[in-house]
């Protein structure tokens, strides 16, 4: 029996936050926003029709206290909780007291978040299922002689990776052995700082891969679909910056086997609820499983738009108990879309993050453009999350479309205040390669050139040298750029019949 | 007719160098002449606006329009246009050639502190005072955003001086250690 959610705490930030708060106003659900101290005016807290005070800035006082989210919870009376992406969305521990507390968790049961948390065990549990996964560890390395033993074996180039990891963090490449120990390390010490948990495990690294993963929607009752893929191989820091779908090497056949592979995986775990089934595709076409996200992905939209399909309202439907309203044969792939992550990162300096306040900010719009964004002008990117500003994303009939509609958004997009993403997205929109279709995840380190960036504005440049001396001069002695009449500003019009005698004197 | 004005009233045409992402263009500019202006020697028409936000400046410039958002910063200005970020030095021709003239007497480098290009939270010190260390080598890893970064040497050379300590929070631009440079020609 279906149970109506009537109210709901999104238990994030940011733009995501945002975005669920927006299908709930849609679905004339009530939204409670939780806060901590730097956004009280953010753009969450300002949209929802409730918000909460949770804490100070870091997240692990605010946005990651699971006692405070249920207090508030309680305190705000909601049915349900969504957690978003980050945060405390893929904490099994969290998923269970909000179900302990009588709520319903708008995402997959605590034990399936538990199993695919865990690199290792969903390895394991893949593996068992007859999905195909990497070569390497199948469980945590503690020592240094395993360590070196397993590389050896399975051969480097190999990958580290925390076990409990994602979006990149604890995540190094390892070329030789001499700097297998020391980047260990690293990662552990960075795993134990993001996740709390300082396992990590090898695998091989593959050549060339690709990065696709499908969109799957598995409800209570037992029917699990799959919403078509996403490739998302232009990464950097190992971290998704732009994401597509459809993808250009997915014929339908592969579309077919790789879907029902990730059925299969979700099946396996006892997954309900949108999740991501992610698989490395190697230049013959092999296809590895990598890992299952048990949350609704950042680059989420680009299945929305390219299906037409709410995927919030979904997973919010499904979590009231609802039987899924489609059927495999029923999801459309409509067009081409695409998205890129504006981040407040500065590219020449190898994608550092560039905090400060946005001072301007006017995004594109237009024809098949969408805008997911929690931040306005006056907002601040802080130390203490992540830098993601937006996501930027087009649809368009055919994916030549969308990369011309994409170049064009980007130009449109003006923010100052911070640097950002926007030049290198533009680069790589403009990439021979990346147009032709033919790139893999290493595409941003053997394509990518900071010199490129500063060549490509070229032909602007004279023009900007004019109106930049324009603009030092007159703001340094007038304080604005039109001191003369056009301005507006008042001024004697004895002084504009002067000027003008002197004028017609000179030009005679 | 204005190459007339321009070249009567020498005193009032002033001559500067707008530097942008390392190449020079040469722009003249007649205070008294309210729309007209020399880019490298060629005469050209402009209309300059601004919006509600004074960063925000439409220029028409011989009637192509160009839109671009422009702030001052400690290097001169930022510019951004077209999904393009500019990096813009703006420098009179005196300035300029005072410069070079001090230049040619000796420029020092003594560019041996290591400072935070971002804020964020000292992790762990690599090297201690007085350890040689080699160009690329790892000195000290600070994280901010939840991600590690090792804080790489950019000379051979002598830690001086460490001017941090671990677990402390560093602002941008904060001194982090000093080294001292290798003289040029030694070991290597």
């Given at each position: 029996m279906p149970k109506r959610i009537k109210k709901v705490l999104v238990a994030n930030r940011a733009e995501i936050a945002v975005r669920v708060i927006r299908a709930l106003r849609e679905l004339g659900i009530t939204s409670v926003a939780v806060y901590s101290d730097v956004d009280r005016v953010a753009l969450h807290t300002r949209l929802a029709d409730e918000a909460y005070h949770i804490g100070p800035p870091p997240a692990i006082e605010s946005y990651l206290r699971i006692d405070k989210i249920l207090e508030v919870a309680r305190k705000s009376r909601v049915d349900a909780i969504h957690p978003g992406y980050g945060f405390l969305a893929e904490n099994p521990e969290f998923a269970r007291q909000v179900e302990d507390a009588g709520l319903i968790f708008i995402g997959p049961p605590a034990d399936a978040i538990e199993a695919m948390g865990s690199k290792t065990r969903a390895r394991q549990m893949m593996k068992a299922a007859g999905l195909q996964v990497i070569p390497g560890a199948m469980e945590g390395i503690t020592d240094d002689k395993t360590a070196l033993d397993m590389a050896k074996q399975i051969g480097y180039p190999v990958l580290i990776k925390a076990?409990?990891?994602?979006?990149?963090?604890?995540m190094r490449v390892v070329t030789e052995p001499k700097d297998l120990i020391h980047d260990m390390d690293a990662s552990r010490r960075e795993s134990k700082s993001a996740f709390g948990d300082e396992t990590v495990y090898l695998e091989k690294y593959l050549e060339h891969p690709r990065h696709i993963e499908f969109q799957i929607l598995a409800d209570n009752h037992g029917n699990v679909i799959h919403l078509n893929e996403r490739e998302c191989s232009i990464q950097r820091r190992h971290q998704k910056v732009i994401e597509e779908a459809p993808s250009v090497i997915v014929t339908p056949e592969i579309r077919q086997k790789m879907g029902e592979a990730a059925k299969q995986a979700a099946q396996a775990c006892g997954y309900r609820n949108a999740g991501t089934v992610e698989f490395l595709v190697d230049k013959h076409r092999n296809y590895y499983f990598l890992e299952m996200n048990t949350r609704l992905q950042v680059e989420h939209p680009v299945t929305e738009l390219t299906t037409g399909i709410d995927l919030v309202k979904e997973q919010i439907a499904i979590a009231e108990g609802r039987r899924l309203r489609f059927k495999q044969d029923e999801i459309p792939l409509r067009g081409h879309a695409i998205e890129c992550r504006i981040y407040a990162e500065d590219v020449l300096a190898g994608f550092l993050p560039s905090t400060g306040r946005i001072t301007y900010l006017n995004p594109p719009d237009g024809p098949g453009i969408r805008e997911d964004t929690g931040i306005n002008e006056g907002g601040e990117i802080t130390i203490h999350y992540d830098p993601m500003i937006s996501k930027l994303l087009v649809w368009g009939s055919d994916r030549h479309e969308a990369i011309d509609r994409m170049i064009r958004a980007l130009k449109e997009y003006h923010l100052t205040g911070v640097k950002t993403t926007i030049p290198f997205c533009l680069a790589v929109m403009e990439n021979e390669q990346f147009q032709k279709g033919e790139f893999d995840t290493r595409f941003v380190d053997q394509e990518f050139h900071g010199t490129y960036l500063e060549e490509t504005g070229r032909q602007l440049e004279p023009t900007i040298a004019v109106g930049a001396l324009l603009y030092h001069l007159r703001m340094s002695q007038h304080g604005k750029l039109t001191p003369h009449p056009e301005s507006g500003a008042p001024i004697s019009p004895w002084k504009i019949h002067g000027r003008r005698l002197n004028l017609d004197r000179l030009s005679t | 007719m204005l190459r007339g004005v321009l070249s009567r009233q020498h005193d009032e045409i002033m001559k500067y160098t707008i530097t942008i992402n390392g190449r020079d263009y040469d722009v003249e500019y007649d205070e008294s002449s309210p729309s007209k202006i020399l880019l490298s020697g060629k005469e050209m028409t402009f209309d300059i606006r601004q919006g509600i936000h004074p960063q925000n400046v439409s220029l028409l410039l011989d009637n192509q329009s160009l839109m671009f958002w422009i702030e001052k910063n400690e290097e001169g200005y930022h510019a951004h246009c077209q999904g393009r970020d500019f990096n813009i030095a703006v420098e009179d021709a005196r300035t300029r050639q005072l410069r070079s003239l001090l230049k040619a007497g000796g420029d020092k480098n003594v560019a041996g502190s290591i400072r935070a290009s971002m804020p964020g939270?000292?992790?762990?010190?690599l090297v201690q005072p007085g350890d040689q260390v080699r160009k690329g080598q790892g000195l000290l890893i600070v994280e901010a955003m939840k991600m590690e970064n090792e804080i790489k040497s950019p000379m051979n050379g002598m830690v001086k001086q460490i001017r941090i300590t671990p677990q402390k929070a560093v602002e941008k631009g904060e001194m982090l250690l000093i080294l001292e440079p290798e003289a040029s020609g030694e070991r290597e």
């Open positions: 076990a409990l990891g994602g979006g990149g963090k604890g | 939270m000292v992790v762990r010190i």
